[in-house]
């Protein structure tokens, strides 16, 4: 399989979809927790970005 991820869809009420990684999926893991890990450990950072970055441009609204 060249997905990394497949899906089976199960005719319920609601409708629900399981998804299960691949092998070629489970290869994206450690990778995956270590863009976490950094995410956590730069959290403080992010979001003072992010918040310097919305204080100097302003939401724009739709026409």
Do not use: K
């Amino acid at each position: 399989m060249h997905q990394p991820a497949q899906w089976e869809t199960n005719p319920s009420v609601p409708p629900r979809v399981d998804y299960t990684l691949t092998a070629l999926g489970a290869t994206l893991l450690d990778s995956v927790v270590a863009l976490g890990g950094w995410a956590t450990t730069h959290r403080h950072e992010i979001n003072n970005n992010r918040h310097r970055y919305d204080a100097t441009h302003p939401t724009q609204t739709p026409p």
